[in-house]
Nanobody, 124 residues
Framework: QVQLVESGGGLVQAGGSLRLSCAASRRTVSMFGMGWFRQAPGKEREFVAAISWNVDITYYGDSVKGRFTISRENAKNTVYLQMNSLKPEDTAVYYC?????????????????WGQGTQVTVSS
């Protein structure tokens, strides 16, 4: 079992920045990477970004490309999501999860061990 703990959410004005963190309790060989998803009220969960643990591969959802940056710190089993130029439509609960496939997947079913989520609210 792997536990994920997200932190860093909060309230920010439009145009501002936040950095989310996701710390994993341990890393196993079946954990190919990590991802961030978000879910706004009344909407489906949406892919945001993902990163591989052992190769420099990152990929993003279209709505955040160019504004968000995902990174990792292997020694701490921690993944970060730097969010810049935030918009009110970025308001959501943000979740991190373990990617259990070696491919650049965006499907929720290819991720496991979801964190509890952290609220991000962007005011206009």
């Amino acid at each position: 079992q792997v536990q994920l703990v997200e932190s860093g959410g909060g309230l920010v004005q439009a145009g501002g920045s936040l950095r989310l963190s996701c710390a994993a309790s341990r890393r196993t060989v079946s954990m190919f990477g990590m991802g961030w998803f978000r879910q706004a009220p009344g909407k489906e969960r949406e892919f945001v970004a993902a990163i591989s643990w052992n190769v420099d591969i990152t990929y993003y959802g279209d709505s955040v490309k160019g504004r968000f940056t995902i990174s990792r710190e292997n020694a701490k089993n921690t993944v970060y999501l730097q969010m810049n130029s935030l918009k009110p439509e970025d308001t959501a609960v943000y979740y991190c999860a373990v990617r259990k496939r070696p491919t650049q997947t965006r499907r929720q079913e290819d991720f496991d061990y979801w964190g509890q989520g952290t609220q991000v609210t962007v005011s206009s």
